[in-house]
């Protein structure tokens, strides 16, 4: 079938023609790519409609390829091959923009010149140039570009985000070529190496870490993902030369682990000055701002220190607050991420609920030198001596950690003695410190940077087609990715894709299959990292599951898979050319690349993962359900098992796999747990299971599930209701009176508006569900009387001040900014105009009905207490004669790039599910607030989405549909808060005290709890 063209739009050709748009050219162009695709779910014509919805005249035909990408993109829940589809798009567009051959790419990175100064600024070195050209004719036809086809969507934007390199904005590198790239600027002159490297990399066997793929090949070769530091000295010294390097280490895209163990307490005496210490905080303080200011590589990640202390430091209950969401700001750095490094002294202490001494290093001086036996004679010394500051319940500074890590998820808790017994650097000295990720355990002094490079195996490509675990591959790999980093030591080799490999070979996460894999996964690793490793004797032939011993107190025997005798033997003759080795890391970036789920985790959504294709309904239901197939019947129970998500596998599973791998992992490994609704007794007992299985890292993040959940909005309720009776009788607010009655009108009633959590102030209003039916304000003096009825379900909201300085300071900072805006408005402006202007809410039309239809409910004498809160118009509202400002002098060209940020404010305020009261009022703003079409979302898909929106709240109200429109926003469908929280979407317990919420036994200490 032909179409006809679409005369009144063209399109922009790279060359600078113009030329019509043609429904038939994009559809043929979309097909072209969807070889391999399942075309009874893929529809490349559905795609082109919606990508003709979304264009204007004159759209380049890059943007055009970008917005087709975007809609393949947004159809990923219909079917997961438009996600390659979606991908394909995006590379084709980049293969036309950029150079084919390989060598001529690294000529123009090598020679570019700035624009502005002119001068010469290689983006390569001159080592990677020269061998490139020597070798030109063989790297270019060892590449194989079809393989970037192979990348999802998600995995080919991050790649253009951040990792591809760019000219002037403009990204000028292929992934194929970025792999080549890294490749032989990790082998230098070893052209077969780097070919191999190359190959494995490319067929998404391996992959090296983000400092590797940014920095490979380039001027600055620094290669390394991790630092751990020591504090040079306790003196400002010492804390200015510690603060320099990390600057340095962060400029160069490295994650830094600092331990401060032995900076004094505050009221210390300071014998220079004959004065007193500040204590920990302050100097902190500086360290966030650092972070802040130094990003890792040039914005490519923000800047990323982990800050560790040990709970004897008396200025630890301090420390705990520091990440809080709450409270003083001189008292906070939120920037910087935290983590405690636990003897296991204190653990003791908790159990037996003892009391537990805070001590100045200063005073105390060696505590942080020594483990085990030795420390633990050095404290009980300092006891005795009274040295210390003061002493408190052990489980004082307990409860302290678990209120911060249920109000952050941090601090990370990693065991001293643990960490130091299990590690083949004892002859160095005391290990202080992890890294900022938890899994690399070295040796750091204020001499000495422990440094290590990572890689990680993609577990599930060793999946055969028979679901038989590729074991002999795994071993190859594991070698070639160890020689890739055979120049530095220690290294680090991780994993990812644990889940996607279990899922291959169709075991629940939690069976003892997957277990028994596990398990096999890392003797395998473990085992061929060893075996390649000779020339320096530096081990006793002692291996890492030697220190271990299992839950029943016998020593870790490994499956018969290996030859583990021959190993020892030949190690105790050569030894081990790295001392350490193996450290899965989280893998948050590569995985994503790749296509996996990240290093070790289980899923946390099945919408997140795209993996469940039984139809619309149990879509619709999964997005209903957080991504759980849990509740969906009709899908058989071994499927069920199958897609668990981590919030319905127990912890103690996690942890015991934990435990299985960690026998085979010399250096420790980043473990998030998963507690969807975490409570003091939950978390007391996770954490002492984790202790007491002789885990290094205890927790890496404590992750909950937070309040809101951004997707579920695309969710129509109606196709999970069998029966929706269409009157007020069933609304859920029936006790509210003179509710008005559903009907085709274009207005909806006040009353069918949810709490927004964004602009409304119902966070002050508890909703009473119970048979009356009422709202009412609750104090917390009164939960002891509300709990005895059970049919009542209350919100408690604790007050507490909140610290207003940072605002005050911002607004202070922003005079100069202001006082010059008002001036070029002055100038700008003629008075006519600004009168117009200043009463914009009588002269504009559109805006006086949105004021009229808000003043309705302002100007009720008769409204109750809680019909106001319902009824009261979000402040954002009065914002809009302000933007309308900027839109109407445009053409001045008034602070142009002011004027466009504020046309996609009022687009995305559009989208705002909450902001659609009034159906026509909205419309016509839209019409006249949004007067340039905008690709991808022009004035008619927003007036639809505005239907769309009516009708989802009124199926939400218990009413039935009005305009019966479909949401034309199809990409709304992958939102995910998936790592992506904000404000607005972490849990209640953030902004609550501890305590408030949850049961008595909750709040109680307690080693039993299920978890």
């Known amino acids: 079938m032909t179409f006809e063209r679409q005369s009144s739009s063209y399109v922009l050709k790279r060359d600078g023609r113009h030329e019509d748009i ?60 438009y996600a390659l589809l979606a991908a394909r798009i995006a590379v084709s567009n980049l293969h036309k923009q950029t150079t084919r051959a390989f060598s001529e790419v690294i000529a123009s990175l090598y020679e570019y010149v700035h624009p502005v100064n002119k001068r010469k600024m290689p983006m390569v070195s001159e080592e990677t140039y020269t ?35 760019k000219i002037n904005g403009k990204v000028v590198e292929r992934p194929q070529q970025m792999l080549m790239r890294v490749a032989v600027g990790i082998h230098k002159d070893d052209i077969d190496a780097a070919i191999e490297t190359y190959d494995l990399m490319s067929q998404r066997w391996f992959t090296h870490a983000s ?18 530091l020591t504090m040079a000295e306790d003196s400002i010294e010492g804390i200015c030369k510690t603060l320099n390097q990390c600057a340095f280490i962060s400029k160069s895209a490295g994650g830094i682990g600092l331990n401060v163990h032995c900076i004094r307490a505050t009221g210390s005496y300071i014998a220079g000055t004959n004065g007193t210490s500040n204590g920990l905080i302050p100097m902190l303080r500086v360290f ?14 923000p800047g990323a220190f982990a800050i560790y202390l040990e709970p004897w430091h008396a200025d630890i209950m301090e420390f705990l607050e520091l990440k809080k969401n709450t409270g003083a700001e001189e008292h906070r750095a939120r920037d910087l991420f935290y983590g405690l490094w636990i003897p296991d002294l204190f653990m003791e202490r908790v159990n037996k609920d003892e009391v537990w001494s805070l001590m100045c290093p200063h005073d105390c001086p060696g505590l942080h030198d020594c483990w085990g036996e030795e420390f633990e004679a050095l404290y009980k010394k300092y006891e005795e001596e009274k040295r210390y500051r003061k002493q408190i319940p052990a489980r004082e500074v307990w409860k302290s950690i678990i209120t911060s890590q249920i109000e952050t998820g941090t601090p990370y808790m990693l065991y001293k003695d643990a960490c130091n017994r299990k590690s083949n650097q004892q002859n160095l000295g005391t290990i202080k410190c992890s890294n900022l990720c938890t899994e690399i355990v070295e040796y750091s002094s204020p001499e000495e940077v422990a440094v290590c490079n990572l890689a990680s195996i993609a577990l599930n490509r060793y999946v055969k087609s028979d679901r038989t675990y590729d074991f002999n591959q795994l071993l190859k790999v594991t070698k070639t990715a160890e020689l890739s980093n055979k120049r530095h030591r220690p290294i680090g080799i991780g994993v990812q894709g644990l889940a996607d490999a279990f899922q291959l070979m169709r075991y629940p996460f939690d069976s003892e299959e997957a277990s028994l894999l596990n398990k096999q996964i890392f003797e395998t690793i473990y085992y061929g990292a060893l075996m390649l490793l000779a020339r320096s004797p530096v081990s006793k032939g002692i291996l890492q599951y030697d220190m271990w011993k299992g839950e029943d107190g016998n020593p870790i025997v490994p499956t018969n898979r290996w030859d583990w005798a021959a190993l020892k033997k030949r190690i105790a003759k050569y030894g081990v050319r790295n001392s350490l080795l193996i450290a899965p890391m989280p893998t948050a970036s590569t995985a994503q690349i790749l296509g996996n789920n990240e290093s070790i985790e289980p899923y946390t959504s099945n919408v997140y993962s795209r993996r469940v294709l039984s ?42 796999m934990a435990a299985d791998r960690g026998a085979f992992i010399d250096q420790s490994q980043s473990l998030n747990l998963h507690v969807a609704a975490p409570n003091y007794a939950k978390c007391t007992s996770m954490h002492f299971h984790a202790w007491k299985l002789g885990l290094k890292t205890g927790i890496y993040y404590l992750r909950s599930r937070p309040a809101v959940d951004a997707v579920q909005f695309t969710v129509d309720k109606l196709t999970l209701r069998d029966d929706v009776k269409e009157n007020t009788e069933n609304s859920p607010l029936k006790g509210l009176q003179n509710v008005p009655a559903p009907s085709k009108s274009t207005q909806l009633p006040a009353e069918a508006e949810e709490p927004c959590l964004m602009c409304s102030v119902l ?105 106001d809160l319902l009824h009261l118009l979000p402040l954002r509202e009065y914002f809009f004669p302000a933007v309308l400002l900027h839109l109407l002098v445009e053409e001045a060209r008034f602070d142009a790039r002011l004027t466009h940020s504020n046309e996609l404010i009022s687009r995305d305020e559009g989208l705002h599910r909450d902001f659609a009261y009034a159906v026509d009022i909205e419309k016509e703003y839209l019409t006249d607030a949004l007067p340039c079409a905008m690709i991808g979302m022009n004035c008619q898909l927003m007036q639809q989405y505005i239907e769309f929106v009516a009708d989802h709240l009124m199926v939400e109200l218990g009413y039935g549909k009005i305009y019966k429109t479909k949401n034309p926003f199809d990409f709304m469908e992958n939102l995910s808060i998936q790592g992506k929280t904000n404000f607005f979407e972490k849990r209640v317990s953030e902004y609550q005290k501890m305590g408030v919420i949850g049961e008595e036994k909750d709040r109680e200490f307690n080693l039993d709890t299920a978890f």
């Open 131 to 165: 061998l490139v050209m020597k070798h030109a004719d063989r790297l270019n036809s060892s590449i194989i570009y079809d393989r970037d086809f192979d990348y999802t969507y998600f995995g080919f934007k991050t790649l253009e985000r951040s990792y591809l390199l």
């Open 288 to 301: 966030n701002s650092m972070a802040r200011y130094v990003d890792q590589g040039g914005n490519k990640r």
């Open 615 to 656: 139809g619309d309904f149990q879509i619709n239901q999964l997005l209903a359900d957080n991504g759980s197939i849990q509740n969906v019947k009709e899908i058989p129970l071994h499927i069920r098992e199958l897609y668990k998500t981590v919030w319905e596998i127990s912890q103690k599973d996690i942890l015991k």
């Open 22 to 81: 043609f429904l038939d050219k994009i559809t043929s162009r979309i097909k072209k790519l969807c070889y391999n695709l399942n075309m009874d779910y893929v529809d490349p014509f559905a795609v082109t409609l919606k990508v003709i919805n979304g264009v204007y005249r004159g759209v380049t035909t890059v943007e055009l390829d970008n917005l087709a990408a975007e809609v393949a993109a947004s159809m990923t829940t219909k079917h997961p091959d």
């Open 763 to 867: 966070s002050g209003v508890v909703m009473d569900r119970g048979e009356e039916n009422k709202t009412a304000l609750v104090n917390e003096q009164d939960e002891p009387l509300l709990r005895r009825d059970p049919n009542r379900k209350v919100i408690f909201q604790s007050i507490e001040e909140v610290d207003l300085a940072k605002d005050a300071n911002d607004w202070n900072s922003m005079a100069d900014i202001n006082e010059n805006l008002v001036e070029r408005f002055a100038q700008e402006v003629q008075p006519e105009e600004r009168n117009k202007l200043f009463n914009a809410i009588f002269e504009f039309e559109f805006i006086k009905k949105k004021a009229d239809w808000a003043l309705r409910w302002i100007a009720s004498k008769e409204a109750s207490l809680e019909k």
């Open 211 to 228: 400092p590797t793929l940014f920095n490979a090949g380039t001027c600055r070769p620094q290669l390394s993902s991790c630092f751990l």
